[in-house]
T-cell receptor, first 117, second 114 residues
Framework: SAVISQKPSRDICQRGTSLTIQCQVDSQVTMMFWYRQQPGQSLTLIATANQGSEATYESGFVIDKFPISRPNLTFSTLTVSNMSPEDSSIYLC??????????????FGPGTRLTVT | GENVEQHPSTLSVQEGDSAVIKCTYSDSASNYFPWYKQELGKGPQLIIDIRSNVGEKKDQRIAVTLNKTAKHFSLHITETQPEDSAVYFCAATTRNSGYSTLTFGKGTMLLVSP
């Protein structure tokens, strides 16, 4: 598995501001993922972050709203920009780790609980 | 793209009973099917998974079955305990350009009463 930490664990922010969420993994991984989980809902993939290249965003998510950095193989950040109450969600990072070939398992961090007022 | 349907949305059982959660997927190219358990205030925890070349997998009290023809897979929990109470998510994934993209079901809230 993988040990993943996220900072902050929770925050309450005012609309119009931005928040940067950090994700740290205990060992090097190729792929890191950012998900959003709205209250009582399932997980939706925001983007995939590969070290050394631009993040790949899913439909409905744009870089200006959710800029991502991936400076090395153990760390990534997600920024939620110009926040509105609709951005109130749990934001989760995950990493892919598995055998040398085939499908890889994904492990999740504890999440960042964001409330926008 | 992939679509994953999960049923039921809530499931209440008595301690010691069995629980079954079912999922269907749409993309016949999907080849990996993990199950996650999410307790309140925590991130999802991978509890079991199955690959498309296997029909069934067991790990102590939990098992997963896969029917590729019908494109559905199920989670079975036997001898349920109160600590099994959580939200369970199924997912399906297809390998894409060197990494896997997970599509999740909407989740099942399992409540095990003592």
């Amino acid at each position: 598995s993988a040990v993943i930490s996220q900072k902050p664990s929770r925050d309450i922010c005012q609309r119009g501001t931005s928040l940067t969420i950090q994700c740290q993994v205990d060992s090097q991984v190729t792929m890191m993922f950012w998900y959003r989980q709205q209250p009582g809902q399932s997980l939706t993939l925001i983007a995939t972050a590969n070290q050394g290249s631009e993040a790949t965003y899913e439909s409905g998510f744009v870089i200006d709203k959710f800029p991502i950095s991936r400076p090395n193989l153990t760390f990534s950040t997600l920024t939620v920009s110009n926040m509105s109450p609709e951005d109130s969600s749990i934001y989760l990072c995950s990493v892919e780790r598995g055998p040398g070939q085939g499908t890889y398992e994904q492990y999740f961090g504890p999440g960042t609980r964001l409330t926008v007022t | 793209g992939e679509n994953v349907e999960q049923h039921p949305s809530t499931l209440s059982v008595q301690e010691g009973d069995s629980a079954v959660i079912k999922c269907t997927y749409s993309d016949s190219a999907s080849n990996y099917f993990p199950w996650y358990k999410q307790e309140l205030g925590k991130g999802p925890q991978l509890i079991i998974d199955i690959r498309s070349n296997v029909g069934e997998k067991k790990d102590q009290r939990i098992a997963v079955t896969l029917n590729k023809t019908a494109k559905h897979f199920s989670l079975h929990i036997t001898e349920t305990q109160p600590e099994d109470s959580a939200v369970y998510f199924c997912a399906a994934t297809t390998r894409n350009s060197g990494y896997s993209t997970l599509t999740f079901g909407k989740g099942t809230m399992l409540l095990v009463s003592p």
